[in-house]
């Protein structure tokens, strides 16, 4: 059977300890989850691009000012395995990134 849960809804479900969970729509393409914990936060984005392909990221953060990218995953009928995607080269997985406020 798939697995259809997402890495930050397992994350979750296994750390309930959250000081605070809210999620904002951002655009009719992008959204954002957010859960706040004692040391720190665990950011989930998703992003739907112009070929429906939809993409997961989930970021963790000590201060809510850098991230480490702990997974991506991706989905959708244009979605390819075998694909190159330019976010995948520009910010590999487990990459240091500066978080937007």
């Known amino acids: ?3 259809t ?3 930050f809804e397992r994350f979750i479900t296994k750390n309930r300890d959250y000081l605070d969970l809210r999620t904002l729509e951002i ?3 992008r959204s954002m989850t957010i859960a706040k914990y004692r040391w720190g936060y ?3 984005t998703e992003y739907i691009d112009d070929e429906n392909v939809t993409t997961i990221e989930v970021l963790g953060s000590n201060d809510g000012k850098t991230a480490v990218l702990m997974s991506r995953e991706r989905y959708g009928e244009a ?3 075998m694909r190159s995607y330019p ?3 520009a910010f590999p ?3 240091k990134v500066n978080l937007i406020r």
């Open 5 to 7: 849960t997402s890495f």
């Open 1 to 3: 059977m798939l697995n």
């Open 79 to 81: 979605h390819n395995d």
């Open 27 to 29: 655009n009719f393409v």
């Open 93 to 95: 997985v487990g990459c």
């Open 42 to 44: 665990i950011i989930e």
């Open 87 to 89: 976010r995948d080269a």
